[in-house]
């Protein structure tokens, strides 16, 4: 019999947003960079990358295999 570890699932699902967020967090990096003069932008960058980081948050409340699945970065416009 096949048993799951939900604690070591919760882990690698984490460990895989964050795989798929560091290219993103990197690009919206460069894009804050490039618009240290404007306030407004700045926070708007802010808070995507807010949102990116938060991300992870989510793996906590899941309580199945297929929620651990689905789970997925919040999409940026």
């Not at 409340?61 to 919040?74: C, I, N, R, V």
Request: no cysteine; net charge negative.
């Amino acid at each position: 019999m096949i048993t799951i570890n939900f604690d070591k699932a919760k882990d690698i699902t984490k460990d895989r947003l964050r795989t798929e967020r560091k290219p993103l967090l990197e690009s919206l990096d460069v894009v804050m960079l490039r618009n240290l003069n404007n306030p407004a932008t700045l926070a708007e960058i802010e808070a995507k990358k807010q949102a990116l980081r938060d991300a992870t948050n989510q793996v906590d409340t899941m309580t199945t295999l297929d929620e651990l699945k689905s789970a997925s970065l919040p999409v940026l416009e």
